[in-house]
T-cell receptor, first 111, second 116 residues
Framework: ELKVEQNPLFLSMQEGKNYTIYCNYS?????LYWYRQDPGKSLESLFV?????AVKQEGRLMASLDTKARLSTLHITAAVHDLSATYFC???????????FGEGTQLTVNP | EAQVTQNPRYLITVTGKKLTVTCSQN?????MSWYRQDPGLGLRQIYY???????DKGDVPEGYKVSRKEKRNFPLILESPSPNQTSLYFC???????????????FGEGSRLTVL
């Protein structure tokens, strides 16, 4: 059974600081997703990582994938309040039809 | 505009009263799936479909049914809802036909269901 673990589950940080969210998974996969969810809203796709060593960046967020270590990271640079949300990673076992999600990391960025 | 549309967005019902949550996508995607989101449990897959007339169970299929008669629609049916099915439900679709957003999962806005 595939297990996907994120840590931390809760993260409170100050504006301007850097931090990393980790996503570990238990079964070989070469496709990993990161999503953002605002309270009461749907999930917004941030990154799709399709191969070992993939790195993608969008604004203050950068995601990477190490399939050998079964680890993905989401790095936040110089956090701003607008980044406050819950972030999920999801591991794909079958071309998008079988995603297993982590529990989510609730990020709060304080002014 | 590319989108996944769910209805209803909010529903309060009573135990045992059959209901259907509809899901429609306009992106000609092959794969569609249903998830439920519960506090502390993240998102869990209920059912998925790889194409018309092809459906399979996800991680938590008990108490649910689905059908895929047309490519664009993937309704979720609760034949006899129970309080433990109170949850936030998301439909999602994914296309694999090529293009810049290939392999990206698109989510609907969510349907909040309460079963009394």
């Amino acid at each position: 059974e595939l297990k996907v673990e994120q840590n931390p589950l809760f993260l409170s940080m100050q504006e301007g600081k850097n931090y990393t969210i980790y996503c570990n998974y238990s079964t070989t996969s070469d496709r990993l997703y990161w999503y953002r969810q605002d309270p009461g809203k749907s999930l917004e796709s941030l990154f799709v990582l399709l191969s070992n060593g993939a790195v993608k960046q969008e604004g203050r967020l950068m995601a990477s994938l190490d399939t050998k270590a079964r680890l993905s990271t989401l790095h936040i640079t110089a956090a701003v309040h607008d980044l406050s949300a819950t972030y999920f990673c999801a591991v794909d076992l079958n071309s998008g039809s079988r995603l297993t999600f982590g529990e989510g990391t609730q990020l709060t960025v304080n002014p | 505009e590319a989108q996944v549309t769910q209805n209803p967005r909010y529903l309060i019902t009573v135990t045992g009263k059959k209901l259907t949550v509809t899901c429609s996508q306009n992106m000609n995607h092959e794969y569609m799936s249903w998830y439920r989101q519960d506090p502390g449990l993240g998102l869990r897959q209920i059912y998925y479909s790889m194409n018309v007339e092809v459906t399979d169970k996800g991680d938590v299929p008990e108490g649910y049914k689905v059908s895929r008669k047309e490519k664009r629609n993937f309704p979720l049916i609760l034949e006899s809802p129970s309080p433990n099915q109170t949850s936030l439900y998301f439909c999602a679709s994914i296309g694999l036909a090529g293009g810049p957003r290939t392999g990206e999962l698109f989510f609907g806005e969510g349907s909040r269901l309460t079963v009394l």
